[in-house]
């Protein structure tokens, strides 16, 4: 699927990733932790594309990434970037169907079945701009699923959401990997929601990639207890440290 090879970034002589290497798996969700400013969204920026590594390679079933054409790179891997919004007065079933752009037509099945799946049928025809900060998000999240990418790569999917919407949303992406075998990669600041429904962990801090397993190797208190300064109860639940 994807892999990462020794990837490492560096701005302004700063080193801001450093040499980080892991795969991705077919039908899994992976949860991308770590402190503010550990290089979450930064790395899976590198994974989508957007950016290149000063060092190392990233490789989608053994091709490098950034040889593969821009649309072929599209139709791979759906994009939330952080902090998504769209403040354009077009309606939701029309930003959701800009996911479609990369396959370069208009169908409309994908893009029924992704607005409702995130619940949106009853908005399908409001405008974006006139929705609640977790109404727009769910569209957001609509759109990268009418594309029917093989990868997601989510940037806090759940920010601006109620708990009720977070969970749907993050069973929803649970459902795709579990039952459809795609790849889930999504930034997460909620542990104990990522407890929940992520397979694997990818703890990072400081740039570096401190361990990566599923949640009983990396929500303990030697590892990501350490890193965030916290302690952790049953069932992964997090307490002050």
């Known amino acids: 699927?994807?892999?990462?090879?020794?990837?490492?970034l560096v701005r302004s002589g700063r080193s801001v990733l450093g040499e980080i290497s892991f795969r991705l798996r077919i039908g899994?969700?992976?949860?991308?932790?770590?402190?503010?400013?550990a290089g979450k969204s930064t790395l899976l920026r590198l994974l989508a594309g957007l950016?290149?590594?000063?060092?190392?390679?990233?490789?989608?079933?053994?091709?490098?990434?950034?040889?593969?054409?821009r649309k072929v790179r599209a139709r791979w891997i759906g994009w939330?970037?952080?902090?998504?919004?769209?403040?354009?007065?077009?309606?939701v079933r029309e930003l959701v169907a800009l996911g479609r752009m990369p396959h370069g037509d208009r169908a409309q099945a994908p893009v029924d079945r992704?607005?409702?799946?995130?619940?949106?049928?009853?908005?399908?025809?409001?405008?974006?701009d006139r929705l609640s900060g977790g109404e727009a998000k769910r569209a957001?999240?609509?759109?990268?699923?009418?594309g029917?990418?093989?990868?997601?790569?989510?940037?806090?999917?759940t920010a601006d959401l109620d708990p009720a919407a977070a969970f749907a949303v993050m069973r929803l992406l649970h459902a795709l990997a579990a039952e459809e075998g795609r790849t889930v990669v999504?930034?997460?600041?909620?542990?104990?929601?990522?407890?929940?429904?992520?397979?694997?962990?990818?703890?990072?801090?400081?740039?570096?990639?401190?361990?990566?397993?599923?949640?009983?190797?990396?929500?303990?208190?030697?590892?990501?207890?350490?890193?965030?300064?916290?302690?952790?109860g049953a069932d992964h639940a997090v307490l002050p440290a």
């Open 140 to 146: 957001m999240i609509a759109r990268v699923l009418a």
């Open 28 to 37: 899994e969700v992976v949860a991308l932790i770590g402190p503010n400013g």
């Open 114 to 128: 992704a607005i409702a799946r995130l619940g949106l049928a009853s908005l399908a025809g409001a405008r974006i």
């Open 148 to 157: 029917e990418p093989r990868v997601l790569l989510l940037d806090e999917p």
């Open 1 to 8: 699927m994807i892999t990462a090879e020794d990837v490492a």
């Open 186 to 232: 999504v930034v997460l600041h909620d542990l104990t929601l990522a407890a929940r429904f992520a397979d694997r962990f990818l703890l990072l801090a400081d740039g570096h990639l401190v361990v990566e397993g599923p949640a009983t190797a990396v929500l303990n208190n030697a590892t990501a207890g350490r890193v965030f300064g916290i302690r952790f």
């Open 80 to 91: 939330l970037p952080q902090g998504a919004r769209a403040a354009w007065g077009m309606t």
């Open 51 to 69: 950016a290149r590594p000063t060092r190392g390679r990233v490789l989608v079933e053994g091709e490098a990434l950034d040889r593969l054409p």
